[in-house]
Nanobody, 116 residues
């Protein structure tokens, strides 16, 4: 059974940094690409960043490119989202996602609030 747990959210000021973690439990973490999404109430969940199975390839939404960095540690079954130069518009609940062979898996989310 796959389980994803996000941690690291909080309330920060514009320009600050946060480091989100997503802990995976289950089998074969290194077999899956991982993705971060975020969602503001009343809006659709949007793609933030993704990373390939071996970490060799990453992709970012234009809105976060150059400020956010996604990485993973397959030995620790963890994917990290390092968020620098945060802006108020980054305020959202952040989710990690695993697109499995039969279904999607989501964590419970972690709230990030950036004050101006």
């Amino acid at each position: 059974q796959v389980q994803l747990v996000e941690t690291g959210g909080g309330l920060v000021q514009a320009g600050d940094s946060l480091r989100l973690s997503c802990a995976f439990s289950g089998r074969s973490f290194s077999s899956y690409a991982m993705t971060w999404f975020r969602q503001v109430p009343g809006e659709l969940r949007e793609f933030v960043a993704g990373i390939s199975r071996d970490g060799g390839s990453t992709g970012y939404a234009n809105s976060v490119k150059g400020r956010f960095t996604v990485s993973r540690d397959n030995a620790k079954n963890t994917v990290i989202l390092q968020m620098d130069s945060l802006k108020p518009e980054d305020t959202a609940e952040y989710f990690c996602n695993l697109d499995g062979p039969y279904r999607d898996y989501w964590g419970q989310g972690t709230q990030v609030t950036v004050s101006s």
